[in-house]
Every structure is written in structure tokens, then in C-alpha cells.
């Protein structure tokens, strides 16, 4: 039921919401409700209640359908161009709030999508696979020294130069992936 204190003519409304009277009357033409009908010599009577919950309704959809297009933007974007979906770091510092927000938003969708779709391999399980293999590895590459040395003729102290280099080799690659595996972003 509509308050009588509640309403207002069309250039009352345009006052109270700050917006010019044309906008209301486009706002009517595209289904602002209206409490009475103007016509020759009538105002129009807006509740003002009734006007301000179709605009909130109005705007949630404008959201809701700019938020479906950016994800269907991002899904096309990890169809296009195979997942490069945008991050915070590269080029949403210029976006608004909401356009970052919404950025992300598909971003997370894209990555929820190529999970799904296997596409993305989760860090725990690799880096134990990989810390495996590399010490089956180590274990093989220390032992060429000792293999080489009565192949090759090496003398004790070019085997000892040789252990050291493979140590030295295997040093750099266990801080490389050290190096790798504290960049990479905690597991979600």
C-alpha cells in the first residue's frame, strides 16, 4: 500500500533521486512503476519507495548482466588465448573496484574451468613427484666419478674434481627450485 506522504510529481522525483526530468520519464518509458498516470493537465504521482526499489532491482541487473558478460569474456579468453585470464598485476591498477572485482571474479571462474578440465596440475603432489625424481637423479650423478674414473683413466684427484662438479650442479638446481617453488602462490 502506497503512502500518500510517499508520493511525488514527476519533477519532485527528478529532485529527490538528483536526476535531470527527462531521465524519470525515460525511467517510466522502460518500466519505473508509476502510482497515478499523468496526463493533460494531471502530474504524475511517483512513490517514491516504489521508484527507488525498481531502480535497485534496475542496477542489480545492470551487475548481474555485466558479471555474466565478463565471464563469458573469460571463457573466451581461456578458449582464445589457452588461460592467460588477467591478474592483479597486469593491467587491472587502472580498472575500478568493481570492474577489478568482476575481473577477478572470471578469473577465478576460468580457473575453477581449467581445473575441471585437468588443465592446471596442483603444486603438493608435483613438488613430491619432482623432489623424487630428482634424488633418484642425485643418487645416479654421484655415482659417474666412481663409474668414469677406471673408464676414462681419471687420476683420484680429476674423479674428486669431477664429484665436485656434479655436486655444484646439483647444488644450483636444488636452489633453483627452491627459488621456484617459494614464488609460486600457497595451495587454496
Not at 535531470?20 to 496526463?39: F, N, Y
Request: charged letters at 30%.
Amino acid at each position: 500500500m502506497t503512502d500518500a506522504a510517499d508520493l511525488r510529481s514527476l519533477a519532485e522525483a527528478a529532485s529527490f533521486f538528483a536526476v535531470s526530468q527527462p531521465t524519470v520519464r525515460k525511467w517510466i518509458e522502460t518500466g519505473c512503476p508509476v502510482a497515478e498516470k499523468g496526463a493533460s493537465g494531471v502530474a504524475y504521482k511517483l512513490d517514491l519507495r516504489a521508484v527507488a526499489a525498481w531502480r535497485d532491482g534496475t542496477r542489480q541487473a545492470e551487475e548481474d548482466a555485466d558479471r555474466l558478460k565478463a565471464e563469458r569474456d573469460s571463457q573466451l579468453r581461456l578458449e582464445l588465448l589457452g588461460g592467460q585470464a588477467l591478474t592483479i598485476d597486469e593491467g587491472t591498477a587502472s580498472l575500478s573496484p568493481r570492474a577489478r572485482a568482476e575481473a577477478l571474479q572470471a578469473e577465478v571462474a576460468a580457473t575453477k574451468l581449467a581445473q575441471l578440465r585437468r588443465s592446471l596440475v596442483e603444486a603438493e603432489p608435483l613438488k613430491l613427484h619432482l623432489s623424487e625424481m630428482l634424488a633418484s637423479l642425485k643418487t645416479r650423478l654421484r655415482q659417474i666419478p666412481d663409474t668414469a674414473a677406471p673408464e676414462m683413466g681419471l687420476t683420484d684427484a680429476q674423479q674428486l674434481r669431477l664429484g665436485e662438479i656434479i655436486d655444484d650442479a646439483l647444488n644450483d638446481t636444488a636452489d633453483a627450485l627452491e627459488t621456484l617453488t617459494a614464488d609460486a602462490p600457497p595451495p587454496s
